[in-house]
C-alpha cells in the first residue's frame, strides 16, 4: 500500500483582502493580519511553503520565543485555522482551464478545524507534556484549557529546570521530588518579580496541581501561604439614558435591533448571535 502523500500547499495570495469579510472587532483584525504577517515571513526565510507543518513549526516558535499571553496564542491560532480553511478553498495554483481535459482530483489541503490539527495532532514533545494532555483529552477538557494548563505547566517545568530543583539522583527533573517551597517560590515570584494578575496567577495554580495531583499523584503538602498576587479593580463604564439613546439613534436595521435586545434582556454577545427564529408551524 502506498503511503499517504502529504497535503499540497495552500495557494491564497488574496488573503489582506478577504480578511475584512469576517467582520471581526478592529483589534482582533489587526491581530489576525499581524500574525499572517509573522507566519509567511517565517516560512519566506525558512524557505517552507504554506503547509500545515510549517504552521505547527512556526506556532512551535512563537511558543518557545515569544513572551504572548495564553489568549494571544489563541487568537493567533485562530488566524493560521482562518487562513487554511479559506486557502483550502482556492485553486492550489493559478492554471488555464482547458475545455478538453477531463476534471481531476484535486486534494483538499489539511484545514484547522474548530479544535485545530495544529493542536489536535500536537501531543507534545517531552514525556511530562505527554501525560497531561493524555490526561486531559482522556477527561475531555475544553481545548482553551489545555492551552492554559500546558502553558503555566511549561513555566513551571522551566523554571524548575532552571533552579536546578527537584532533580533525581541521575541529575534529570524529577516531578515526584518537587516540594511545596518550589511550588511557593514559583507563584511568589509571579507576583513579585513579574507582577502577574490575580488571574493568571490562579491560572498557574490550577495547572501546577493538576500537573503534580492529578497527572503525576504527587502531593506537595500545603503551600496555601504564597504571595498573592495584587487584585487591580475595574470600575465599570456605565452610559447614561442620554447617551443610550444617541447610541441606539447612530444604528439602524439589524445591529440596532441586536443592540436594544441586548439592552433590554441583558443577554451575552453570543448568546445574541445564536438566537434563531423557530420555522413557522404550517
Known amino acids: 500500500m502506498e503511503k499517504d502523500k502529504p497535503a499540497p500547499p495552500i495557494w491564497f495570495p488574496q488573503w489582506a483582502e478577504r480578511l475584512p469579510q469576517l467582520r471581526l472587532p478592529a483589534l482582533r483584525q489587526q491581530q489576525y493580519r499581524f500574525a499572517l504577517i509573522q507566519y509567511l515571513r517565517f516560512c519566506k526565510q525558512t524557505g517552507q511553503k504554506a503547509t500545515v507543518n510549517s504552521a505547527r513549526a512556526f506556532m512551535q516558535e512563537v511558543t518557545d520565543h515569544r513572551r504572548l499571553a495564553v489568549s494571544q496564542l489563541a487568537t493567533w491560532r485562530e488566524a493560521l485555522n482562518w487562513f487554511f480553511r479559506e486557502g483550502g478553498k482556492q485553486p492550489i495554483q493559478p492554471a488555464p482551464v482547458r475545455a478538453a481535459q477531463p476534471r481531476r482530483f ?4 489539511d484545514t484547522l478545524a474548530d479544535v485545530p490539527s495544529l493542536g489536535a495532532a500536537d501531543t507534545g514533545t517531552e514525556e ?3 501525560r497531561v494532555i493524555q490526561h486531559l483529552r482522556t477527561g475531555h477538557y475544553r481545548w482553551r ?4 494548563y500546558r502553558h503555566w505547566a511549561g513555566r513551571f517545568v522551566r523554571w524548575l529546570e532552571k533552579g536546578h530543583r527537584a532533580q533525581a539522583p541521575t541529575g534529570t527533573l524529577d516531578l515526584h521530588a518537587v516540594t ?5 517560590g514559583f507563584l511568589s515570584e509571579m507576583a513579585t518579580l ?13 495547572a501546577i496541581v493538576f500537573l503534580l495531583r492529578e497527572v503525576y499523584q504527587h502531593d506537595v503538602g500545603d503551600f496555601s501561604d504564597f504571595t498573592r498576587a495584587a ?3 475595574r470600575i465599570p463604564v456605565v452610559l447614561s439614558r442620554e447617551e443610550c439613546r444617541q447610541l441606539f439613534a447612530a444604528l439602524d436595521g439589524t445591529t440596532r435591533l441586536m443592540a ?3 439592552y433590554g434582556s441583558g443577554l451575552r454577545l453570543m448568546e445574541l448571535l445564536r438566537l434563531r427564529i423557530p420555522p413557522l408551524s404550517p
Open 106 to 109: 484535486i486534494p483538499k489541503p
Open 128 to 130: 511530562w507534556e505527554r
Open 145 to 148: 484549557t489545555e492551552q492554559a
Open 180 to 184: 511545596e517551597a518550589d511550588v511557593k
Open 194 to 206: 513579574h507582577r502577574t494578575s490575580a488571574s493568571s496567577q490562579k491560572q498557574a495554580l490550577n
Open 231 to 233: 487584585h487591580n479593580p
Open 260 to 262: 436594544e435586545l441586548m
